[in-house]
Protein backbone atom coordinates (compact mmCIF):
# COMPACT_ATOMS: atom_id res chain seq x y z
CA UNK A 1 0.00 0.00 0.00
CA UNK A 2 1.66 3.70 -0.64
CA UNK A 3 2.37 5.54 2.21
CA UNK A 4 2.69 9.31 2.29
CA UNK A 5 4.55 11.17 5.35
CA UNK A 6 3.08 12.80 8.10
CA UNK A 7 5.71 13.73 10.18
CA UNK A 8 9.23 14.70 9.83
CA UNK A 9 11.93 13.04 12.08
CA UNK A 10 12.49 16.34 13.95
CA UNK A 11 8.60 16.39 14.96
CA UNK A 12 8.22 12.77 16.17
CA UNK A 13 11.32 13.69 18.13
CA UNK A 14 9.63 16.71 19.30
CA UNK A 15 6.77 15.05 20.55
CA UNK A 16 8.26 11.96 21.82
CA UNK A 17 10.45 14.01 23.98
CA UNK A 18 7.59 16.15 25.43
CA UNK A 19 5.65 13.05 25.75
CA UNK A 20 7.80 11.23 27.85
CA UNK A 21 9.37 13.94 29.81
CA UNK A 22 6.01 15.00 30.73
CA UNK A 23 5.42 12.12 32.14
CA UNK A 24 8.15 11.61 33.87
CA UNK A 25 7.88 14.89 35.10
CA UNK A 26 4.12 14.44 36.09
CA UNK A 27 5.44 11.37 38.28
CA UNK A 28 8.58 13.27 39.81
CA UNK A 29 5.83 16.45 40.46
CA UNK A 30 3.80 13.78 42.46
CA UNK A 31 6.50 12.65 44.62
CA UNK A 32 8.12 16.21 45.19
CA UNK A 33 4.41 16.97 46.88
CA UNK A 34 5.48 13.93 48.73
CA UNK A 35 3.17 11.33 48.00
CA UNK A 36 5.01 7.50 47.23
CA UNK A 37 5.73 6.98 50.95
CA UNK A 38 2.60 7.31 51.98
CA UNK A 39 1.00 5.11 49.38
CA UNK A 40 3.87 2.67 49.37
CA UNK A 41 5.04 3.40 45.89
CA UNK A 42 8.90 3.52 47.69
CA UNK A 43 8.43 -0.40 48.58
CA UNK A 44 7.61 -1.20 44.59
CA UNK A 45 10.66 -3.03 43.23
CA UNK A 46 13.37 -0.13 41.03
CA UNK A 47 10.66 2.33 43.31
CA UNK A 48 13.17 2.63 46.26
CA UNK A 49 14.66 5.91 44.89
CA UNK A 50 11.02 7.97 45.03
CA UNK A 51 11.41 8.11 48.95
CA UNK A 52 14.47 10.13 48.34
CA UNK A 53 13.49 13.49 47.71
CA UNK A 54 16.21 14.64 46.56
CA UNK A 55 16.68 12.33 44.42
CA UNK A 56 12.99 12.59 43.19
CA UNK A 57 13.59 16.83 42.88
CA UNK A 58 16.88 16.24 40.92
CA UNK A 59 15.11 13.73 37.74
CA UNK A 60 12.41 16.36 37.93
CA UNK A 61 14.71 18.79 36.93
CA UNK A 62 16.41 17.27 34.30
CA UNK A 63 13.29 16.21 32.95
CA UNK A 64 12.24 20.01 32.77
CA UNK A 65 15.44 20.70 30.62
CA UNK A 66 13.95 18.60 28.27
CA UNK A 67 10.66 19.76 28.46
CA UNK A 68 11.43 23.36 28.28
CA UNK A 69 13.60 22.70 25.94
CA UNK A 70 10.96 21.09 23.50
CA UNK A 71 8.50 23.34 23.89
CA UNK A 72 10.78 26.23 23.19
CA UNK A 73 11.95 24.60 19.94
CA UNK A 74 8.57 23.36 19.31
CA UNK A 75 7.60 27.49 19.07
CA UNK A 76 10.07 28.55 17.25
CA UNK A 77 10.25 25.86 14.92
CA UNK A 78 6.93 25.89 13.56
CA UNK A 79 6.41 29.68 14.42
CA UNK A 80 9.62 30.26 11.73
CA UNK A 81 8.65 27.89 9.42
CA UNK A 82 5.27 29.76 9.48
CA UNK A 83 3.17 26.39 10.19
CA UNK A 84 -0.14 26.96 12.04
CA UNK A 85 -1.98 23.71 11.01
CA UNK A 86 -3.16 23.00 14.65
CA UNK A 87 -3.95 26.49 15.11
CA UNK A 88 -8.16 26.44 16.02
CA UNK A 89 -10.80 27.68 12.93
CA UNK A 90 -13.84 28.89 12.70
CA UNK A 91 -16.36 26.42 13.10
CA UNK A 92 -14.21 23.56 15.06
CA UNK A 93 -16.24 23.49 17.67
CA UNK A 94 -19.37 22.09 15.18
CA UNK A 95 -17.23 19.92 13.22
CA UNK A 96 -15.42 18.45 16.26
CA UNK A 97 -19.07 17.23 17.24
CA UNK A 98 -19.49 15.68 13.75
CA UNK A 99 -15.95 13.94 13.53
CA UNK A 100 -16.98 12.72 17.47
CA UNK A 101 -20.36 11.22 16.50
CA UNK A 102 -18.82 9.58 13.15
CA UNK A 103 -16.20 8.12 15.24
CA UNK A 104 -19.32 6.37 16.81
CA UNK A 105 -21.29 5.39 13.83
CA UNK A 106 -23.69 8.36 13.53
CA UNK A 107 -23.55 10.85 10.73
CA UNK A 108 -20.52 11.75 8.02
CA UNK A 109 -17.10 12.72 8.78
CA UNK A 110 -16.62 16.61 7.42
CA UNK A 111 -13.59 17.08 5.41
CA UNK A 112 -10.57 17.37 7.11
CA UNK A 113 -7.01 19.28 6.87
CA UNK A 114 -3.71 17.84 8.43
CA UNK A 115 -5.44 17.73 11.87
CA UNK A 116 -8.87 17.43 12.83
CA UNK A 117 -11.23 20.19 14.28
CA UNK A 118 -10.69 18.33 17.69
CA UNK A 119 -7.08 17.93 17.61
CA UNK A 120 -6.78 21.61 16.83
CA UNK A 121 -8.97 22.40 20.13
CA UNK A 122 -7.51 19.95 22.27
CA UNK A 123 -3.73 21.69 21.04
CA UNK A 124 -5.23 25.08 22.41
CA UNK A 125 -5.98 23.13 25.74
CA UNK A 126 -2.46 21.08 25.95
CA UNK A 127 -0.23 24.33 24.94
CA UNK A 128 -2.34 26.25 27.79
CA UNK A 129 -1.45 24.18 30.41
CA UNK A 130 1.94 23.59 29.51
CA UNK A 131 3.08 27.51 29.11
CA UNK A 132 1.56 27.77 32.89
CA UNK A 133 3.29 24.96 33.75
CA UNK A 134 6.50 25.66 31.70
CA UNK A 135 6.64 29.61 33.26
CA UNK A 136 5.29 28.68 37.12
CA UNK A 137 8.35 26.30 37.12
CA UNK A 138 10.55 28.29 35.59
CA UNK A 139 9.60 30.84 38.37
CA UNK A 140 10.55 28.65 40.87
CA UNK A 141 13.59 27.81 39.62
CA UNK A 142 14.86 31.24 39.64
CA UNK A 143 13.39 31.62 43.11
CA UNK A 144 15.48 28.91 44.29
CA UNK A 145 18.66 30.04 42.84
CA UNK A 146 17.62 33.57 44.93
CA UNK A 147 18.00 35.33 41.25
CA UNK A 148 14.27 36.29 41.74
CA UNK A 149 13.19 37.17 45.67
CA UNK A 150 9.18 36.57 46.14
CA UNK A 151 7.33 37.86 48.73
CA UNK A 152 5.59 34.59 50.14
CA UNK A 153 2.37 35.16 49.25
CA UNK A 154 3.39 35.10 45.49
CA UNK A 155 5.58 31.98 45.88
CA UNK A 156 2.44 30.36 47.36
CA UNK A 157 0.54 31.68 44.22
CA UNK A 158 3.20 30.73 41.93
CA UNK A 159 3.20 27.10 43.98
CA UNK A 160 -0.41 26.53 43.81
CA UNK A 161 -0.76 27.13 39.79
CA UNK A 162 2.19 25.24 38.92
CA UNK A 163 0.54 22.34 41.29
CA UNK A 164 -3.24 22.48 39.89
CA UNK A 165 -1.92 23.03 36.25
CA UNK A 166 0.20 19.81 37.51
CA UNK A 167 -2.66 18.07 38.04
CA UNK A 168 -4.87 19.58 34.78
CA UNK A 169 -2.20 18.03 32.68
CA UNK A 170 -2.99 14.79 33.98
CA UNK A 171 -6.71 15.01 32.95
CA UNK A 172 -5.29 16.13 29.44
CA UNK A 173 -2.84 13.51 29.41
CA UNK A 174 -5.35 10.91 30.02
CA UNK A 175 -7.77 12.57 27.53
CA UNK A 176 -5.38 12.90 24.89
CA UNK A 177 -3.80 9.44 24.90
CA UNK A 178 -7.55 8.19 25.30
CA UNK A 179 -9.13 10.05 22.54
CA UNK A 180 -6.21 8.11 21.02
CA UNK A 181 -6.32 4.48 21.81
CA UNK A 182 -10.26 4.31 22.28
CA UNK A 183 -11.20 5.00 18.55
CA UNK A 184 -9.32 2.66 15.96
CA UNK A 185 -9.75 5.71 13.42
CA UNK A 186 -7.07 7.39 15.19
CA UNK A 187 -4.74 4.03 15.14
CA UNK A 188 -3.09 5.13 11.95
CA UNK A 189 -2.27 8.74 13.48
CA UNK A 190 -0.47 6.90 17.06
CA UNK A 191 1.65 5.06 13.74
CA UNK A 192 2.46 7.71 12.23
CA UNK A 193 4.06 8.84 15.08
CA UNK A 194 6.00 6.37 15.03
CA UNK A 195 6.86 5.58 11.50
CA UNK A 196 6.27 9.51 10.24
CA UNK A 197 4.00 7.83 7.26
CA UNK A 198 0.05 6.65 6.65
CA UNK A 199 -1.53 4.90 4.03
CA UNK A 200 -1.97 7.00 0.72
CA UNK A 201 -5.75 5.20 1.84
CA UNK A 202 -5.96 6.63 4.90
CA UNK A 203 -5.26 10.20 4.38
CA UNK A 204 -7.44 10.76 1.00
CA UNK A 205 -10.38 9.40 3.37
CA UNK A 206 -9.79 11.05 6.87
CA UNK A 207 -7.87 14.12 5.78
CA UNK A 208 -8.95 14.97 2.23
CA UNK A 209 -8.00 18.59 2.18
CA UNK A 210 -4.79 17.78 3.20
CA UNK A 211 -4.49 15.01 0.84
CA UNK A 212 -5.19 16.96 -1.63
CA UNK A 213 -2.74 20.15 -0.72
CA UNK A 214 -0.32 17.51 -0.84
CA UNK A 215 -1.02 15.89 -3.89
CA UNK A 216 -0.88 19.32 -5.69
C1 LIG B 1 2.99 14.76 27.94
C2 LIG B 1 2.43 14.14 27.02
C3 LIG B 1 1.97 14.58 25.64
C4 LIG B 1 1.80 15.82 25.08
C5 LIG B 1 2.05 17.17 25.73
C6 LIG B 1 1.33 15.60 23.72
C7 LIG B 1 1.03 16.61 22.82
C8 LIG B 1 0.53 16.43 21.55
C9 LIG B 1 0.11 17.47 20.67
C10 LIG B 1 0.14 18.96 21.02
C11 LIG B 1 -0.31 16.89 19.52
C12 LIG B 1 -0.83 17.61 18.30
C13 LIG B 1 -2.24 17.30 17.93
C14 LIG B 1 -3.25 17.15 19.01
O1 LIG B 1 -3.46 18.10 19.80
O2 LIG B 1 -3.88 16.06 19.09
C15 LIG B 1 -0.17 15.46 19.66
C16 LIG B 1 -0.48 14.53 18.71
C17 LIG B 1 -0.50 13.17 18.91
N1 LIG B 1 -0.09 12.52 20.06
FE1 LIG B 1 0.54 13.36 21.76
N2 LIG B 1 1.23 14.25 23.48
C18 LIG B 1 1.61 13.60 24.62
C19 LIG B 1 1.65 12.24 24.84
C20 LIG B 1 1.23 11.30 23.92
C21 LIG B 1 1.22 9.87 24.17
C22 LIG B 1 1.68 9.19 25.46
C23 LIG B 1 0.73 9.29 23.03
C24 LIG B 1 0.52 7.82 22.82
C25 LIG B 1 -0.67 7.30 22.74
C26 LIG B 1 0.48 10.35 22.05
C27 LIG B 1 0.01 10.17 20.78
C28 LIG B 1 -0.25 11.16 19.87
C29 LIG B 1 -0.80 10.96 18.53
C30 LIG B 1 -1.14 9.62 17.93
C31 LIG B 1 -0.97 12.20 17.95
C32 LIG B 1 -1.63 12.49 16.59
C33 LIG B 1 -0.66 12.68 15.49
C34 LIG B 1 -1.33 13.02 14.19
O3 LIG B 1 -2.31 13.75 14.11
O4 LIG B 1 -0.79 12.52 13.21
N3 LIG B 1 0.78 11.54 22.64
N4 LIG B 1 0.35 15.20 20.92
Known amino acids: M ?42 IPGFGWTADFYTVTLVHYVASIIFVSAVIFHIFYHGLRKEFGLLPRRGDIKNSFKVILAMIGIGKEPPSDKYLPEQRIAYVGIGLVVLTLTVTGIIKVLKNLEWIILSPQAESINTIIHTLTGFLFIFVLIFHVGVVLLFKSNWPLLKSMFTGYVDEEYAKHRHSLWYRKYKN
Do not use: D, M, N, Q
Not at 3 to 9: G, Q
Not at 18 to 30: E, H, K, N, P, Q
Open 2 to 43: KKIKRHSLIERIEHWSIAVSGIILLFTGLGCLPLYKRYYITE
